[in-house]
């Protein structure tokens, strides 16, 4: 699936949507080790930016994203339509993240 054909909106400008496949996601579950922690605290003491989670965080986004776009290659889509991300913490350190949309089959009009 091209990656272009991901929104958050629910169509896209010049298809249409010829079938809706249903809800598609892809999760990843991700802890902070010891070590992240640590530099993560460093960097708190520091201020501003703190590159240690934010480079956790966008692994964690990446990795679900890329298995939402799987999910729905398997079972036909070539776009996913409405998607969005959500994210809870399960306990202290371990985050489960969860990208979701519609699948759909599009054609350009």
Not at 76 to 81: F, L, P, T
Not at 82 to 87: K, Q, S, V
Not at 93 to 109: C, Q, W
């Amino acid at each position: 699936m091209d990656r272009s054909m991901v929104t958050t909106t629910f169509g896209f400008e010049g298809y249409r949507i010829v079938r809706y496949l249903g809800v598609v996601r892809g999760i990843t579950v991700r802890s902070r080790s010891i070590a992240g922690n640590f530099v993560g605290a460093l960097e708190t003491m520091v201020g501003g930016k703190i590159t240690t989670y934010t480079e956790l965080c966008e692994h964690a986004r990446q990795e679900a994203f890329d298995l939402l776009i799987e999910h729905a290659e398997q079972i036909g889509a070539n776009a996913i339509i409405g998607m969005h991300y959500d994210a809870t913490e399960l306990m202290e350190s371990v985050t489960e993240v969860l990208a979701y949309g519609t699948a759909a089959v599009v054609e350009k009009i």
